[in-house]
C-alpha cells in the first residue's frame, strides 16, 4: 500500500512533465475557453505541489504529501478493517424490513441478528428503520467509534502534518490552502460563508426540527421529547413516508439490484466501449460482495474470438510500457503515444516539443519490433495465436 500511495503523489513531482508543460506556459500561448483554464490550473496545481521551490525544500513537501497521503489511507483502513458486529434481537429490530433480515449473514442464531456497523448500508438501514430508539442509539455510538483507539492519534498526526504543508507552500493555513481551488478561495471566505449559511437556514431547520419531535413525543408519549443525533435519520424517514408518501422499501421492488446493476454496466459497455466480467472475490469483508473485471470490449472481443481467456486487455498496455522503458524512452513519451486522443491544449502542448518526434520515433521501433521474424533477431515476439 505505501508504495502505491508513494506513486500516486509522486505523479506530480514529475520533472519532464513539469518541464514541458512549462515551458509551453512560458510561450504564452493563445488559449481562451477550456483550454486556457485548464492550462493555468495544472500550472496552479504544480506551484501547490511546491515544483516551484527549490530542491529541497520541495523534496520535503513532496515527503509531507506522501506521509500524509499514507496516513489518510491508514486512517481508513482503520475504520474497515473495524468489523463491528452488533447482535440484536428480532424485537429490538421491530420496524426493519423483511428484506434486510433475508440478507446473507444477518440471520446468525436463534433470534440473533448481526448487524455490521462498518457497513453503510446495514447501518443506514437500521437507523432508518428501527423504532427502538435504544437499538439505533447502541449502533450509532459504535459507529461512530469505529477505530477510535487506533485513529485518534492517526487524525492528530494528520493535522500536524497539513499544518507543515501549508506553511512550507506559503499558505497561512491549511483551510487556506484547500480553498484556493475551490469558490471560497480562502478559509475566512469559507467560514463567514457556512455561518451565514447556518443563519440563513436555522429558522426551517427548528420547523424540520419541531415537526419531527412532535412524531417523537407521539411515539414515546412525551411532549417534551428531543430528537437525538441517533434518531434524525429515523423521523425523517417517518417525515416523509407519512407527508410526502415516499416509501423507500416500496420503491424497492420495482429496482432490483441485479437488474440496476445489469442496466448499469450496459450503458457504461456501449458508452465507452467496456466489458464487465464478475470473478472470484480474493476475500470478503461483507458475504454477498461481488467483484468484476472491467476490460477494453473491443480487445476482449478479438482475444475471445482467438479463444484466448488467459490473456487480459490491459496486459498489453503493460508490456508496451515495459518495452519503450527498457529501449530508454521517458515514461511521458509512453504515456503520451498510449492515449487515444489529444483532447485539450495542455496535451497538445508535447506536439510542440521534441515529444512528438520522439513519439514518432517510438512506433515506428514498436513497429519493426511488433513484426520482426524472432528467429532472425532473438526478440521474444510470441504469436498469440499459439501462445498458451
Known amino acids: 500500500m505505501t508504495e502505491g500511495v508513494d506513486w500516486f503523489v509522486g505523479i506530480d513531482y514529475r520533472e519532464d512533465v513539469y518541464k514541458a508543460i512549462k515551458a509551453f506556459a512560458d510561450s504564452h500561448p493563445k488559449l481562451s475557453g477550456e483550454d486556457e483554464k485548464l492550462l493555468t490550473e495544472t500550472m496552479r496545481d504544480y506551484r501547490r505541489a511546491g515544483l516551484d521551490l527549490p530542491p529541497e525544500k520541495k523534496k520535503e513537501v513532496e515527503?509531507?504529501?506522501k506521509d500524509l497521503s499514507k496516513l489518510g489511507t491508514d486512517?481508513?483502513?482503520?475504520?474497515?478493517?473495524?468489523?463491528a458486529p452488533v447482535v440484536f434481537t428480532k424485537a429490538e429490530l421491530d420496524g426493519v424490513p423483511d428484506s434486510f433480515f433475508a440478507s446473507p449473514g444477518v440471520k446468525t442464531?436463534?433470534?440473533?441478528?448481526?448487524?455490521?456497523?462498518?457497513?453503510?448500508?446495514?447501518?443506514?438501514?437500521?437507523?432508518e428503520n428501527a423504532k427502538s430508539e435504544a437499538t439505533r442509539k447502541k449502533l450509532y455510538v459504535i459507529h461512530d467509534a469505529l477505530a477510535k483507539d487506533t485513529n485518534v492519534s492517526v487524525l492528530n498526526q494528520m493535522l500536524a502534518l497539513r499544518n507543515k504543508i501549508a506553511l512550507r507552500l506559503g499558505y497561512k493555513s491549511w483551510d487556506d490552502y484547500q480553498t484556493e481551488t475551490r469558490m471560497a478561495k480562502t478559509g475566512a471566505n469559507a467560514k463567514k460563508y457556512i455561518n451565514d449559511l447556518t443563519t440563513g437556514i436555522q429558522p426551517k431547520f427548528a420547523a424540520e426540527v419541531a415537526e419531527m419531535e412532535k412524531m417523537k413525543?407521539?411515539?414515546?408519549?412525551?411532549?417534551?421529547?428531543?430528537?437525538?443525533?441517533?434518531?434524525?435519520?429515523y423521523y425523517q424517514n417517518q417525515v416523509n413516508k407519512q407527508k410526502f408518501t415516499v416509501d423507500k422499501e416500496a420503491l424497492r421492488?420495482?429496482?432490483?439490484?441485479?437488474?440496476?446493476?445489469?442496466?448499469?454496466?450496459?450503458?457504461?459497455?456501449?458508452?465507452?466501449?467496456?466489458?464487465?466480467?464478475?470473478?472470484?472475490?480474493?476475500?470478503?469483508?461483507?458475504?454477498?460482495?461481488?467483484?468484476?473485471?472491467?476490460?477494453?470490449?473491443?480487445?476482449g472481443a478479438v482475444l475471445d474470438r482467438m479463444g484466448r481467456d488467459d490473456i487480459v486487455p490491459h496486459g498489453f498496455r503493460?508490456?508496451?510500457?515495459?518495452?519503450?522503458?527498457?529501449?530508454?524512452?521517458p515514461d511521458a513519451v509512453a504515456e503520451a503515444a498510449l492515449a487515444h486522443s489529444v483532447p485539450d491544449a495542455v496535451v497538445a502542448a508535447y506536439k510542440r516539443t521534441t515529444f512528438f518526434e520522439l513519439r514518432k520515433?517510438?512506433?515506428?521501433?514498436?513497429?519493426?519490433?511488433?513484426?520482426?521474424?524472432?528467429?532472425?533477431?532473438?526478440?521474444n515476439v510470441v504469436e498469440l495465436r499459439t501462445a498458451q
Open 109 to 127: 442464531g436463534d433470534d440473533a441478528y448481526t448487524v455490521m456497523a462498518s457497513v453503510t448500508w446495514q447501518y443506514m438501514t437500521v437507523e
Open 318 to 329: 503493460s508490456t508496451f510500457r515495459d518495452w519503450a522503458a527498457e529501449r530508454g524512452y
Open 253 to 299: 421492488v420495482f429496482f432490483p439490484f441485479q437488474k440496476v446493476l445489469d442496466g448499469m454496466f450496459a450503458i457504461y459497455q456501449n458508452i465507452f466501449g467496456l466489458k464487465f466480467e464478475q470473478i472470484a472475490a480474493p476475500y470478503k469483508w461483507i458475504d454477498d460482495l461481488q467483484l468484476y473485471l472491467v476490460s477494453d470490449a473491443a480487445t
Open 361 to 379: 520515433q517510438l512506433m515506428d521501433d514498436w513497429a519493426a519490433f511488433a513484426t520482426s521474424d524472432p528467429a532472425k533477431t532473438g526478440d
Open 75 to 83: 486512517f481508513d483502513k482503520n475504520i474497515v478493517e473495524a468489523k
Open 63 to 65: 515527503q509531507l504529501r
Open 217 to 233: 413525543g407521539a411515539d414515546t408519549k412525551d411532549p417534551k421529547a428531543k430528537v437525538g443525533t441517533w434518531d434524525w435519520r
